[in-house]
């Protein structure tokens, strides 16, 4: 208590930074400023990402509320769809991107909680929802990718809750401005047709949310220009750049 350090005499501050320029390599500094670009400070902003689904080999079948309070039972998660053309499933394609968004999210200098890390995990859609109520977090993106019966069938879209919906209508505005910015951003990234915002309150893990809350369905795994391309790493880079572009919209960082 009141033995603050001596300030540093003038001539010291003016000396040292002087002496460290002498020292480095021009190239050196060069890199060093590159990095700190790419790794901004932390924005205290945690962002929590849902993988949909999980490996068909973990039983999902079992019930639970769609809502808080809800008598409306449903299964406790879905199998999800299949790469028509490639053959991968759902759940992995789900799994790989939201591990590269977690990474690039990271880099931007924003928290991540995942709700699974692998397809073994047996998290259940409520379950997924409560915990990222629980970790603080302030948005939670639930990661999928459609299926439909037509191969013509294609392009992205998000699900966002309504304003009517009767758990968490006050989700719906901020939810909306989430959803529209990551959807226009990716759309612009991929070149994915923008199939726009649908409303949905039949949703458990959109219902049990205590936090803005979206689905983004990245492609039509049922058509093969968005099959084949979902597969791809390069487009897979441009898929997670939009959604961290439109993440940043929303916060209004860039
Ligand atoms: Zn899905």
Redesign the pocket.
Known sequence: MGCKPAEPEPKEEAVTPLVIQEEEEPSEEVVTQEEEEQEPSKKDILIAIDP??QGAHVDMSALEPNAPGSSEMKAKA?S??TGRFTGIP??QL?LDISLLLRDALTKQGYDVLLTREDNDTAISNMERAVLANESGADVSIRI????SESSEANGALVIVPSSQNPYVSSLHEPSRRLAESVLNAYCESTGFRNAGVQENDTMTGINWSSIPVM?L?MGFMTNQQEDQGMADEEMRKSMVSGIVKGINQYYVYN
């Open positions: 949909g689904h879905t999800g769809t759902e759940y789900n999928h990718a459609n299926g689905i369905e």
